[in-house]
């Protein structure tokens, strides 16, 4: 997939829904924001707003949707190339489930750079870990040695190895201890930076997203109801009343810590 400087995420009306006829549940309604390229932008709501289903439906791994969805200023078809998974990774929320319980750091690391065809393996193995400050001795250790951070931070190794442009990020501190779950987000800030990657990150948490992301959608029954810069969100200002909640909850979350 060519990379196009100017363009890094675009919805245009999109739907996602599962079931037929009466059976249809919608999702996702008539969403729409832009991500640009290098930026990170945050989706956020309570559980089942439909937020992680449009990073579903981004990668495909959703079979009902319609609208537009443009990556780096390429309209998407239904069906995803090999292109494209080398431009977009994901990180899942759990990274007990996510990492293959009976396959090394190496035999993970490995396997992705064998299926998108990157030579040195070796190098770029030890080059990844070293970036998400993991050293050299976590290599040919198994998942159960590791601890939750541990195992995101080789999640987030597995999705960078390729040389992505954009990460899709998937609730990746939810599952973690709240003590490990800021290393995470500075770890991913830092990579950013370092690497001109594009971010679209799912939150419940108000707080991670206003941590993370310049821009924010907030989701609420599958739509879009307010779309918030950084700023506003960390200036308390919103005009949804859905969003005035979320905020008030966050403040005396905040107070309570």
Same mark, same amino acid.
Request: proline letters at 3%.
């Given at each position: 997939?060519? #990379?196009?400087?100017?363009a890094?995420? !675009?919805?245009?009306?999109?739907?996602?829904?599962?079931?037929e006829?009466?059976?249809?549940?919608? @999702?996702?309604?008539?969403?729409g924001f =832009?991500?640009?390229?290098?930026?990170?932008f945050?989706?956020? !709501?309570?559980?089942?707003? !439909?937020?992680?289903?449009?990073? $579903?439906?981004?990668?495909?791994?959703?079979?009902?949707?319609?609208?537009? &969805?443009?990556?780096?200023? %390429? /309209?998407?078809?239904?069906?995803?190339g090999?292109?494209?998974y080398?431009?977009?990774?994901?990180?899942?929320?759990?990274?007990?489930?996510? +990492?293959?319980?009976?396959?090394?750091?190496? %035999?993970?690391?490995?396997? @992705?750079?064998?299926?998108h065809?990157?030579?040195n393996?070796?190098e770029? &193995?030890l080059q990844?870990l070293?970036?998400?400050?993991?050293?050299?001795?976590f $290599?040919? %250790?198994?998942?159960?040695?590791?601890s939750?951070?541990?195992?995101?931070?080789?999640?987030?190794? $597995?999705?960078?190895i390729?040389?992505?442009?954009?990460?899709?990020l998937?609730?990746?501190t939810?599952?973690?201890?709240?003590?490990?779950?800021?290393?995470? +987000?500075?770890?991913? =800030? $830092?990579?950013? @930076? /370092?690497?001109g990657?594009?971010?679209?990150?799912?939150?419940?948490?108000?707080?991670v997203?206003?941590?993370m992301?310049?821009? &924010?959608?907030?989701m609420?029954?599958? #739509?879009?109801?307010e779309?918030?810069?950084?700023?506003?969100?960390?200036?308390?200002?919103?005009?949804h009343?859905y969003?005035k909640?979320?905020?008030?909850?966050?403040?005396? #979350?905040r107070?309570e810590?």
């Amino acid at each position: 997939m060519s #990379k196009d400087n100017s363009a890094g995420i !675009g919805l245009e009306n999109v739907n996602v829904w599962f079931g037929e006829d009466n059976e249809r549940v919608d @999702a996702v309604i008539d969403a729409g924001f =832009t991500v640009s390229f290098g930026g990170s932008f945050g989706l956020v !709501g309570e559980s089942g707003s !439909g937020k992680s289903t449009i990073l $579903r439906a981004i990668t495909g791994l959703v079979p009902n949707w319609s609208g537009k &969805i443009s990556v780096l200023g %390429r /309209e998407l078809s239904k069906d995803r190339g090999k292109e494209f998974y080398s431009a977009v990774q994901m990180v899942f929320q759990d990274p007990y489930a996510s +990492l293959h319980p009976r396959q090394t750091v190496d %035999r993970v690391l490995s396997e @992705a750079l064998s299926l998108h065809g990157f030579n040195n393996v070796n190098e770029r &193995i030890l080059q990844v870990l070293d970036d998400v400050g993991l050293d050299k001795t976590f $290599r040919f %250790r198994w998942p159960h040695q590791l601890s939750g951070g541990q195992r995101q931070r080789v999640a987030i190794a $597995r999705a960078l190895i390729i040389e992505p442009t954009i990460l899709l990020l998937d609730e990746p501190t939810s599952a973690l201890d709240v003590s490990v779950q800021a290393e995470i +987000l500075n770890l991913l =800030t $830092r990579l950013r @930076a /370092e690497k001109g990657l594009t971010y679209l990150m799912v939150s419940h948490d108000l707080a991670v997203v206003g941590h993370m992301c310049s821009k &924010i959608a907030v989701m609420n029954g599958g #739509k879009i109801v307010e779309l918030l810069s950084v700023e506003d969100l960390r200036a308390l200002k919103a005009e949804h009343p859905y969003t005035k909640v979320l905020l008030d909850a966050s403040v005396q #979350k905040r107070r309570e810590e």
